[in-house]
């Protein structure tokens, strides 16, 4: 990598990586919440829907806070059948009161059995994986388990490497529960990931940054196109300026992307 690069990749984390990101973010949804369950499921839902323009992406996340009383974690323990029918007009883009329906669903049951939603992604996977693309492929497995509940068309918003997605927005999602600092972006409630594992959200935006820099070869990655490939040679490019914690430059390269920088 050019020094210059690596020297640039730096200065943007410094610039970005800070409270001052949150309020224009997703990230600044699960930031409404102390409680770990609650972080856990806004920090999800916030992931998951982060598709399109910011601006409606965080009115729809609140939206969703409102229909679960201000309360995600005590609504999805304790609602009754009755309180379900609130989300029935609930969209976003391709996202409907379906997928919401069965998101309540999963979630009530999955924390009847768990405490946190950590367990989702590791039960049943090499703690010493290179990267989280196995728990990736497990929490997909365990979320779209075919049963009487599940309704095929919400598998689409549950990206897996197995169809080789590139995983953007789980990983966004496991970039704030595993990334440790003291920067106060990044939650790092979990700890049976390592920051090590992860691998970069990939987008258009970043990937057309990251092709601009250098830190993709255009004859092997498409810069239209960015999947989990794509995703991983980004991220091992990435660990040549920081093997335990890649991910961190998801700060400079989205910062540089948005802002229009380059």
């Known amino acids: 990598m ?8 730096n200065r943007k984390v410094d610039q970005y ?3 001052s990101f949150i309020e224009r973010d997703p990230v600044s949804i699960p930031h409404k919440f102390t409680v770990r369950q609650d972080i856990e499921i ?17 009115r729809k996340t609140a939206e969703l806070i409102d229909l679960m009383d201000g309360s995600p974690y005590e609504f999805i323990r304790t609602h009754q059948e009755s ?12 996202f409907n009161a379906t997928d919401a329906l069965y998101f309540i669903h999963f979630f009530r049951e999955y924390y009847l059995q768990h405490n946190s939603l950590e367990d989702a992604f590791v039960q049943g996977v090499d703690p010493n994986a290179e990267t989280v693309g196995p728990a990736l492929m497990a929490f997909h497995d ?8 599940f309704p095929a068309r919400t598998r689409k918003h549950i990206a897996t490497p197995a169809r080789n997605s590139s995983c953007k927005r789980l990983l966004m999602f496991l970039r704030w529960m ?58 091992e490019t990435l660990r040549e300026l920081d093997p335990n914690d890649p991910v961190r430059y998801d700060f400079a390269l989205f910062g540089l992307g948005v802002e229009g920088e380059l």
Not at 42 to 58: D, E, H, T
Request: contains cysteine; hydrophobic residues 40%.
């Open 2 to 9: 050019r020094a210059e690069v690596a020297d640039l990749l």
């Open 17 to 19: 990586n800070g409270p």
């Open 42 to 58: 806004m920090g999800f839902w916030a992931a998951v829907l982060a598709w399109g323009q910011r601006p409606v992406i965080l």
């Open 83 to 94: 309180d379900l029918k609130r989300f029935l007009d609930f969209k976003h883009r391709t």
């Open 142 to 149: 365990r979320f779209c388990a075919e049963s009487e509940y």
């Open 178 to 235: 595993v990334r440790q600092d003291d920067k106060g972006v990044d939650f790092g409630l979990w700890s049976r990931l390592k920051p090590s594992q992860l691998v970069i959200p990939i987008d258009v935006h970043v990937n057309r940054v990251a092709h601009r820099l250098g830190l993709l070869d255009s004859r092997t990655d498409q810069p239209a196109s960015p999947d989990w490939k794509t995703a991983l040679r980004l991220t």
